[in-house]
């Protein structure tokens, strides 16, 4: 038995219509390489598992052919654009390697960098008082390919914050400006969770307002524990993974992070 035979047919009551229903579940199973040949599953056998129209079928394959993910050809079939995914890279082990990567694969562009209070959850994770100011760094990122990868929002203390200038970001990652001057970057607390886009983000990363973004807060510390970098990542759920690995010997403890089933009151790592 197989997920999509318990699963029962989409349904229009959740707010979304059915063909963008439709669009969203082949997006994501096409970015996740689900389909190795490169061809999506004809319309009738797509009819049978989503429990719909072919109408409706026909709307959600427009949809993703408009968006450039798939290519339809008459009598034929569909066809993922460029063909099947490629095999997934190997996932780093180092944090200082990743941050190195991602200022390697992508073109950055600095939108603001202003001192400002932070918001009372990141004062809070940065042991900040109430109202003292932090450095406050916003940047878009672009991938290989020039479409909008990523948005990054880091609050740096504002004592160990002074080098953090538009300038020299245009130059440097935030990480080796603080690398520069001395910061050594120790405990490492992440958390990666799933958000709808609302419309400025939307606008930023050239995508559709509520569609998925995965959200990374990472609070990095430096060898004396304290709190020196608030990082949060928001980078549209087709375009971007996370991936890790976790050595044997910790799999049975906390490094190997942990599932947390909540409400809404969580204020991130800690």
Same mark, same amino acid.
């Given at each position: 038995?197989?997920?999509?035979?318990?699963?029962?047919?989409?349904?229009?009551?959740?707010?979304?219509?059915?063909?963008?229903?439709? /669009?969203? $579940?082949? &997006?994501?199973?096409?970015? *996740? !390489?689900?389909?190795?040949?490169? #061809? =999506?599953?004809?319309? +009738?056998?797509?009819?049978?598992? /989503?429990? $719909?129209? &072919?109408?409706?079928?026909? *709307? !959600?394959?427009?949809?993703?052919? #408009? =968006?450039?993910?798939? +290519?339809?050809?008459?009598?034929?079939?569909?066809?993922?654009?460029?063909?099947?995914?490629?095999?997934?890279?190997?996932?780093?082990?180092?944090?200082?390697?990743?941050?190195r990567k991602t200022a390697m694969e992508t073109v950055v562009q600095v939108l603001e960098v202003v001192q400002d209070v932070p918001p009372l959850d990141v004062a809070k994770l940065l042991l900040l008082p109430a109202d003292?100011?932090?450095?406050?760094?916003?940047?878009?990122?672009?991938?290989?390919?020039?479409?909008?990868?990523?948005?990054?929002?880091?609050?740096?203390?504002?004592?160990?914050?002074?080098?953090?200038?538009?300038?020299?970001?245009?130059?440097?990652?935030?990480?080796?400006?603080?690398?520069?001057?001395?910061?050594?970057?120790?405990?490492?607390?992440?958390?990666?969770?799933?958000?709808?886009?609302?419309?400025?983000?939307?606008?930023?990363?050239?995508?559709?307002?509520?569609?998925?973004?995965?959200?990374?807060?990472?609070?990095?510390?430096?060898?004396?524990?304290?709190?020196?970098?608030?990082?949060?990542?928001?980078?549209?759920?087709?375009?971007?993974?996370?991936?890790?690995?976790?050595?044997?010997?910790?799999?049975?403890?906390?490094?190997?992070?942990?599932?947390?089933?909540?409400?809404?009151?969580?204020?991130?790592?800690?």
């Amino acid at each position: 038995m197989t997920l999509s035979t318990i699963i029962p047919p989409l349904s229009a009551t959740k707010g979304i219509a059915l063909h963008r229903q439709i /669009f969203l $579940v082949l &997006r994501d199973e096409i970015s *996740r !390489g689900m389909y190795p040949d490169g #061809a =999506l599953p004809k319309e +009738e056998t797509l009819c049978e598992r /989503f429990g $719909v129209s &072919r109408i409706t079928v026909r *709307r !959600g394959l427009n949809d993703l052919a #408009a =968006l450039g993910v798939v +290519e339809r050809r008459h009598g034929r079939g569909t066809f993922i654009v460029g063909g099947p995914s490629q095999a997934r890279p190997a996932p780093s082990l180092s944090i200082i390697d990743d941050l190195r990567k991602t200022a390697m694969e992508t073109v950055v562009q600095v939108l603001e960098v202003v001192q400002d209070v932070p918001p009372l959850d990141v004062a809070k994770l940065l042991l900040l008082p109430a109202d003292e100011k932090a450095v406050h760094a916003l940047r878009l990122r672009f991938n290989s390919s020039g479409a909008p990868a990523m948005i990054t929002d880091a609050w740096v203390p504002a004592s160990i914050g002074r080098r953090v200038t538009e300038a020299a970001l245009k130059k440097k990652a935030l990480y080796e400006i603080l690398i520069a001057q001395g910061i050594q970057f120790g405990r490492v607390v992440q958390e990666t969770t799933a958000v709808a886009c609302d419309p400025q983000r939307a606008r930023l990363l050239r995508t559709e307002v509520g569609a998925p973004l995965l959200k990374l807060v990472r609070l990095m510390h430096d060898l004396d524990a304290s709190p020196v970098l608030h990082l949060t990542a928001y980078m549209p759920a087709d375009r971007a993974r996370i991936l890790m690995e976790i050595p044997g010997d910790s799999v049975n403890t906390l490094f190997a992070g942990q599932i947390i089933i909540d409400g809404p009151d969580q204020n991130g790592p800690d």
